[in-house]
């Protein structure tokens, strides 16, 4: 679990994404089932650009706990990327009622306001 949490702190403050993503990797290798670790993986993965092989964990992390707002709002962005408008939306709505006072609420404000010009 170090590995996985070292990772993620990496992808939240600018480290070393190759090295993020190789300690996410470790940790998924290692916690296969975890959600966490499907999360922190997806997100490397994202981070590269990666967004086919992020939105799969994050589906997979979503299924085993769908309550949670940071896997809907990594899934939201990512389907921001990949320019599917209405899963984004859906996904990034979905942070807000699971938790109205989300930590980064105005960033998915401001993604759903660019989903919804585009």
Same mark, same amino acid.
């Given at each position: 679990?170090l590995?996985?949490?070292?990772?993620?702190?990496?992808?939240?403050?600018?480290?070393?994404?190759?090295v993020?993503?190789?300690?996410? &990797?470790?940790?998924?290798?290692? =916690?296969?089932?975890?959600?966490?670790?499907?999360?922190?993986?997806?997100?490397?993965?994202? &981070? !590269?650009?990666?967004?086919? =092989?992020?939105?799969?964990?994050?589906?997979?992390?979503?299924?085993?706990?769908?309550?949670?707002?940071?896997?809907?709002?990594?899934?939201?962005l990512?389907? &921001? !990327?990949?320019?599917?408008?209405?899963?984004? !939306?859906?996904?990034?709505?979905?942070? =807000?009622?699971?938790?109205?006072?989300?930590?980064?609420?105005?960033?998915?404000?401001?993604?759903?306001?660019?989903?919804?010009?585009?």
């Amino acid at each position: 679990m170090l590995a996985n949490n070292v990772a993620y702190m990496m992808l939240e403050h600018g480290g070393n994404k190759d090295v993020a993503l190789s300690l996410a &990797q470790v940790a998924r290798r290692g =916690l296969p089932e975890s959600p966490l670790t499907a999360d922190t993986l997806a997100w490397a993965y994202y &981070q !590269k650009g990666t967004y086919g =092989l992020a939105v799969d964990l994050l589906e997979e992390a979503l299924k085993k706990s769908p309550q949670n707002p940071n896997y809907h709002f990594h899934l939201g962005l990512t389907y &921001q !990327k990949m320019n599917n408008k209405a899963s984004a !939306k859906e996904h990034l709505e979905r942070v =807000l009622q699971v938790n109205p006072k989300f930590p980064q609420a105005d960033d998915v404000r401001k993604a759903l306001s660019e989903l919804s010009q585009g």
